[in-house]
């Protein structure tokens, strides 16, 4: 399976927004309106770490 470097055609989100990056290291903010969801999908060299600011965030953590 052949990797995506840019996720941001696959799906809509409310707003998107990348404060750093380098070379293996970004940061990403995503707003998702309750009616969005991001597809399933796995990672297989990445590590995320997740935020919620506000309202209810709802993840589901399945092996590939």
Known sequence: MKGVKDSS??????RRAYHAA???FRIA???IS???KVPWHYHT????????VTGLDVM?????
């Open 9 to 14: 055609g696959l799906y809509e989100v409310e």
């Open 22 to 24: 380098r070379p293996g």
């Open 29 to 31: 903010e995503l707003q």
């Open 34 to 36: 309750p009616s969005q």
């Open 45 to 52: 060299n990445v590590h995320d770490t997740f935020y919620c």
């Open 60 to 64: 589901r953590q399945d092996a590939p």
